[in-house]
Structure formats: C-alpha cells, structure tokens
Nanobody, 123 residues
Framework: QLQLVESGGGLVQAGDSLRLSCAAS????????LAWFRQTPGKEREFLAS????????YYIDSVKGRFTISRVDAKNTLYLQMNSLKPEDSAVYYC????????????????WGQGTQVTVSS
C-alpha cells in the first residue's frame, strides 16, 4: 500500500509563493506518476500537474503553466509543488495522488491519495 502525506499549506497574500510537499512511503514509485489536485468546497476536484517518477516527465494544465512547478526528489521519496504569483482563486485544499497512467487528469485513474493541505490566498 502506498501512503501519501501532504504538507506546506498555509495563509499567504496575493503575489506570494508557497512550496507544498508530499511524502510517499510503502511502495516503490518507479511505476507511477505523481500528481497534484486541488478542490474548493462545492466544486469538483481539479487536476493541476503530474510527474512521471522514473524520468521526471511533467504535464501541466494551461491555467497553472508558468506559475506552478512540479518536481520530485527521488532519494527522499518526496513530491513538490512550487507555487508562485499566487492569486485568491488558487485558494483550495491541495492533494497529492499516484497513478499508473501517465498524464491522466481523471480522478478514477488515481487509487492513492493524501489527506490534503489547505492553501488560502488573501487579497
């Protein structure tokens, strides 16, 4: 079983930066892609970005491309999301997840999820 634990969320002002972390344990990540999603109450969970673990191939949705950067440190089994130029509309609970499908944006393809970390951006 793969366990994922997010951290690094908090309260920031518009224009600030924040780095989220996701610590993985329990299984080798070599056969997975790791991804970041976010969810606001009353809205569907939204895919943001993914990274294939074995070779660090990345994929982003257009709305975060250029502001957010997904990365991983293999030796630490840790996934990161660097978020710059944050906007109030970025406020959400951010989740990390793991899938065997490369570049998937579909929740159903992700069997492993973290508990989420809250990000709040004030104006």
């Amino acid at each position: 079983q793969l366990q994922l634990v997010e951290s690094g969320g908090g309260l920031v002002q518009a224009g600030d930066s924040l780095r989220l972390s996701c610590a993985a344990s329990g299984l080798s990540l070599r056969r997975y892609s790791l991804a970041w999603f976010r969810q606001t109450p009353g809205k569907e969970r939204e895919f943001l970005a993914s990274i294939r673990w074995i070779d660090a191939l990345t994929y982003y949705i257009d709305s975060v491309k250029g502001r957010f950067t997904i990365s991983r440190v293999d030796a630490k089994n840790t996934l990161y999301l660097q978020m710059n130029s944050l906007k109030p509309e970025d406020s959400a609970v951010y989740y990390c997840a793991a899938s065997s499908v490369t570049k998937s944006t579909t929740i159903k393809d992700y069997p492993f999820w973290g508990q989420g970390t809250q990000v709040t951006v004030s104006s």
